[in-house]
Every structure is written in C-alpha cells, then in structure tokens.
C-alpha cells in the first residue's frame, strides 16, 4: 500500500494562478480569504487540487477498496464474536434470544455450514463464515441492536437504518470487486471512508472496556505469495502468527500436508503481506528476516 502513502502524504497541492499579478498572491498569507477573481477576463484562472483517486490505477483503486472493506469485516466478525460469546457462552451457535427464539436463524446456519464445507481451511472458526450481508443482520437486528449495538455505534450513527444503508452501499462496492467488475472513484471513496468510520467505532467500544492495547494495534491480516498462495488471518486475536507455507504446523490447526515446491537456481519467489487497512503506514514499522541455510538477510519495509 505504499503508492497510499504516496498519494496523500507526498505532495502539497496549492491553488495556482495563470497571471503574474495574482501569482504574487502566493507569496502573502491568504489563510481564511479567498482570492478575487475578475469571472470573463481571463484574470484568476484557478487550478484546483485534484481528487488524489483520480491518480490511482484502476487495479490500485479496486485494491484499495478490498483492502478497506476486508479490515471491516474482519473488526465486525470479531465484535460479533465476541458479544455472543460474553452474552451466549462459546457455543453460541445453537443459543436462543428468548425461548423458541434463535440467536442466529436456520437459513444463515445452513449457509454458513455450506461454506466451511466446501473450503474449510478457509473458514476455520464459524465466525469466519459470515458476511456483509450477515454483518447487516445481526447489527441491525432489532433486538440484538438495542441490547447490544447501539451503544457502540451511537451517537456516530444516528441509528440503525443508517448502519444498514452504509453496510449495503459496502456491500455492492464489495459485490462489484469480487466479480472483476470496475468501481467508481466515489465507491472507492465509500469503501474508504465508510470502512473507517464503522471500524473505529469498533476500536473506540474496545478501549471502553479497557481492551484497546490488546486489540487496537496493527496486525498482518493476510499472506500472499508469486505461486498463487493467499492465507487470510482469521484469529486476530492470537499472538503470535506463525504460517508454515511448506509442511510444519497450520494455522488453522491442521496437519502441515502442504506440498512442497522445487526451486531452481535463479528463480526468484517473493511474498505480499497485508497489515490491518484501518492503521495508516506511518504508524507502524515492519521488521522482516530471511534464513536459508547459511544465507540470512533481515531489513524493514520493502525488501
């Protein structure tokens, strides 16, 4: 994400004007004055800032997108998790609201189930299973919402519905993305802002209840690698997180059955790591080592 930093943190864009009587303008404090313009004689020709997304890729403007919208998921499914968890117990699965009352319906159970079936290494827990359109229910749900959501995301969000319309606007930005469609500049500009603002509710309920060192610091959240290799980190909450690509113990608990693969002299292999996309890059350092027999090398940032 460092072409982010770039574009926000690199540059100072200033109004710029087209003669040199207004250009002397520039050189006085115009702090909370606006310049005159003279509209019709070719005086005062103002170039504005730019959107910085314009400057962006379109590949680099849907990754942005994905990567905001991930991290929301991630900060939702925890909270979620969490809640049931303190209110239901750790089989809060099968629990009920209210006698003859479900905490969680049968159709979203059976989806759920469905899904870790088919990929289990992908969802590992039952939590990892939700989605957008889970996170809309169980948020918004009527009573769950006032028993236990709306002290956490009010008074940012004046109720509710608000949170709903902001999670389907997420949503079909997310929907749009993963079936290789194109995004506009303002659905990037949703994913980002509308991202950030929920999850910091999230950070702010978790520094309430005197959580904030144990969970609001940046984590990896995903491990990509050149053979096509992606392992999303689904217990934020486990320190630390070790991954062995090739054999060795699994995160998600199973066996190291992983196939292990030849490389030759002069192929080149490289790996991606994402950090939490709510903390911005200047907040953090990452530290990395490599070891291969007697060949070591360690540095920060890209290597």
């Not at 959240?221 to 320190?239: A, H, N």
């Not at 199973?254 to 030759?264: C, E, K, N």
Request: include cysteine; charged fraction near 30%; proline fraction near 4%.
């Amino acid at each position: 994400m460092a072409w982010l930093n770039r574009l926000f943190y690199d540059k100072n864009k200033k109004i710029t004007f087209s003669n040199t009587e207004d250009q002397a303008c520039e050189k006085q404090s115009c702090e909370g004055k606006l310049p005159r313009l003279d509209i019709g004689k070719n005086v005062g020709r103002v170039t504005m800032s730019r959107n910085p997304f314009l400057d962006l890729k379109e590949i680099e403007l849907r990754d942005l997108s994905k990567h905001q919208i991930d991290a929301l998921e991630q900060w939702c499914r925890r909270l979620i998790d969490d809640i049931f968890k303190q209110n239901y117990g750790g089989f809060y699965i099968d629990a009920e609201v209210n006698p003859g009352q479900p905490l969680i319906k049968s159709s979203i159970k059976r989806t759920i189930e469905e899904r870790r079936k088919q990929d289990p290494t992908r969802f590992p827990r039952w939590i990892d299973g939700i989605v957008m359109e889970d996170l809309e229910y169980f948020i918004c749900r009527d009573d769950l919402y006032s028993k236990y959501f709306r002290k956490i995301f009010e008074p940012f969000y004046s109720g509710k519905e608000e949170i709903r319309f902001v999670l389907q606007r997420l949503t079909a930005v997310r929907n749009r993305i993963a079936h290789g469609n194109a995004i506009s500049v303002h659905e990037a500009e949703q994913a980002l802002c509308y991202s950030n603002d929920i999850v910091g509710c999230c950070k702010k309920y978790y520094v309430s209840i005197g959580k904030d060192r144990e969970y609001n610091v940046p984590v990896f959240t995903r491990i990509k690698d050149s053979l096509g290799t992606d392992y999303p980190r689904f217990r934020l909450e486990y320190y630390p997180w070790e991954e062995y690509f090739y054999g060795g113990p699994r995160y998600d608990g199973g066996i190291g059955d992983r196939p292990r693969p030849v490389f030759h002299s002069g192929e080149n292999y490289k790996i991606w790591v994402e950090v939490d996309g709510s903390f911005h890059e200047n907040t953090y350092v990452v530290s990395w080592k490599y070891e291969c027999g007697k060949h070591k090398e360690k540095g920060n940032g890209y290597g």
